[in-house]
């Protein structure tokens, strides 16, 4: 017996000099000299023991003061706290939709200028004739037209050291460039007028709408249909139709007589098309129709 309460007794010894190692190990540790834990006013205010003291004896008429030292002022913040949490990323801007680049087959030049022919004009005297005698002579002409090649920039200033210790804010640098030299592109292409180093753009050479005749209570649908067939009569038919998303959203919401709807679909799935040809609808202001 004797043996074996000494063998429990250094047992006991070695266990106590074991623990005393670990609390020794535990308060060299970073996290027991760190940084008192940043409460908020809330907080502060429960814990405080003036607020316990005066729950504990209600007197009418009695203040009570708590200070409240360096507290986090945020609403919802997590308990332990220590510092701010960053989210990755950059939140942008959200952006127009462009889509000229996707209707128009682009090209390639190392010039400064294009130069190309265009036909102005034929008259065509063909005809049928007799044998052994002069046959008539039609007539073409052409035009040389030059086209200059015009230059879309745009800068942006950052520093090296920026761009270098935030990988993420040097790619949305690159996007937002490469952002804004389409949209001024596109838009050169639409609506350029022509004077100067700007382009001829497609609006401005445009015929104005001439309905050849008028439809019965003739609305939005009936007048893509008749532009179709001004653009079928000069020789260049339609290949798509291009809307303001107002101006689609009235079509789609077009209704008869029973509240039924004439084009749209809620639950279908297909892409948007009108009398046979795809829709592209965008928000650029210059093509909402007027009201």
Do not use: C
Not at 80 to 106: C, N, S, W, Y
Not at 125 to 152: C, G, M, R, W
Not at 196 to 204: A, M, Q
Not at 223 to 228: G, I, K, T, V, Y
């Amino acid at each position: 017996m004797a043996s074996e309460f000494n063998a429990l007794r250094e047992a006991e010894k070695t266990l106590k000099a074991a623990i005393g190692e670990l609390e020794q190990h535990v308060a060299q540790m970073p996290l027991a000299n760190a940084k008192h834990i940043v409460e908020t006013v809330g907080q502060q205010v429960i814990s405080a023991e003036a607020l316990k003291t005066f729950s504990a004896s209600v007197e009418g008429g009695k203040r009570v003061s708590i200070p409240v030292n360096a507290a986090l002022i945020s609403s919802g913040v997590a308990e332990g706290v220590v510092e701010p949490q960053r989210l990755p990323g950059i939140d942008t801007t959200p952006k127009q939709r462009l889509f000229i680049r996707d209707l128009i087959a682009p090209g390639r030049t190392s010039s400064p200028a294009i130069f190309w022919v265009q036909q102005t004009g034929f008259t065509n005297k063909a005809a049928v004739v007799p044998e052994n005698t002069q046959k008539p002579y039609s007539d073409i002409a052409f035009a040389t037209k030059i086209t200059p090649v015009t230059t879309v920039a745009h800068m942006f200033k950052a520093s090296k050291q920026i761009l270098d210790d935030f990988a993420q804010l040097q790619s949305t640098v690159d996007a937002e460039m490469r952002y804004g030299l389409k949209y001024v592109e596109e838009q050169e292409i639409l609506f350029g007028d022509g004077t100067g180093v700007h382009l001829h753009g497609i609006v401005p050479q445009a015929s104005a709408f001439s309905a050849e005749f008028r439809v019965e209570q003739q609305n939005g649908i009936d007048d893509l249909r008749l532009a179709m067939l001004q653009a079928q009569l000069a020789r260049f038919p339609a290949s798509g139709h291009v809307l303001h998303f107002i101006d689609w959203a009235k079509i789609e919401l077009t209704k008869d007589t029973l509240g039924r709807y004439i084009l749209a679909n809620p639950s279908g799935l297909t892409g948007p098309t009108l009398w046979g040809l795809p829709v592209v609808a965008t928000e650029a202001a210059h093509l909402r129709a007027s009201s």
